[in-house]
T-cell receptor
Framework: DAGVIQSPRHEVTEMGQEVTLRCKPISGHDYLFWYRQTMMRGLELLIY????????DSGMPEDRFSAKMPNASFSTLKIQPSEPRDSAVYFC???????????FGSGTRLTVV | AQKITQTQPGMFVQEKEAVTLDCTYDTSDPSYGLFWYKQPSSGEMIFLIY??????QNATEGRYSLNFQKARKSANLVISASQLGDSAMYFC?????????????FGQGTRLTINP
């Protein structure tokens, strides 16, 4: 298995631009998670899906952030418009069930200038 | 209140020594799971070990073991015979509740440096 695949690995964008991060979970995993990692706030859960349905989006910072999972093999996290404070590493992770550990992707390092 | 507390921002250990990374947690749920992850400088998150709240024995995985003290609400990671490649950030995390609960909450991490 190729693991959780995220793209792009790095993204540099100007303030105000739309940013789309992509994730392909491990085949057969029912749960998909989006996390954000910053020095100040550590690892924060933004949103997670179960069987493509969003279950908890309480961690999404504001309306500028949106996430979708149109099918079991693909999810996107969109920021529109982006701001410098959105600069962080964004991780996607998936898991088989509630007892299993998450498998993380390699992350997307986002820089908003 | 912090759900997961890692009190050691950084630790320095000599190669081949054992090291203990501290983690305390806060929950009133009788069912929960505790996880440790390693994040090397390359940035990926690597799962190390898992302990369930109802597990009778402390978890072990190769050189990693978990010193689980339920009454004290602590789940310390023990790395035996440390190696240079163990230098990384280490995160403790907790998932509360049963099948319906999936959120993994992370501590702030401990940066471990192994000296030759």
């Amino acid at each position: 298995d190729a693991g959780v695949i995220q793209s792009p690995r790095h993204e540099v964008t100007e303030m105000g631009q739309e940013v789309t991060l992509r994730c392909k979970p491990i085949s057969g995993h029912d749960y998909l998670f989006w996390y954000r990692q910053t020095m100040m706030r550590g690892l924060e859960l933004l949103i997670y899906f179960n069987n493509n349905v969003p279950i908890d989006d309480s961690g999404m910072p504001e309306d500028r952030f949106s996430a979708k999972m149109p099918n079991a093999s693909f999810s996107t996290l969109k920021i529109q418009p982006s701001e410098p404070r959105d600069s962080a590493v964004y991780f996607c992770a998936s898991s088989l069930n509630y007892r299993d550990p998450y498998t993380f992707g390699s992350g997307t390092r986002l820089t908003v200038v | 209140a912090q759900k997961i507390t890692q009190t050691q921002p950084g630790m320095f250990v000599q190669e081949k020594e054992a090291v203990t990374l501290d983690c305390t947690y806060d929950t009133s749920d009788p069912s929960y799971g505790l996880f440790w992850y390693k994040q090397p400088s390359s940035g990926e998150m690597i799962f190390l070990i898992y302990q369930g709240s109802y597990d009778q024995q402390n978890a072990t995985e190769g050189r990693y073991s978990l010193n689980f003290q339920k009454a004290r609400k602590s789940a310390n990671l023990v790395i035996s015979a440390s190696q240079l490649g163990d230098s990384a950030m280490y995160f403790c995390a907790m998932r509360e509740g049963d099948q319906g609960a999936q959120k993994l909450v992370f501590g702030q991490g401990t940066r471990l440096t192994i000296n030759p």
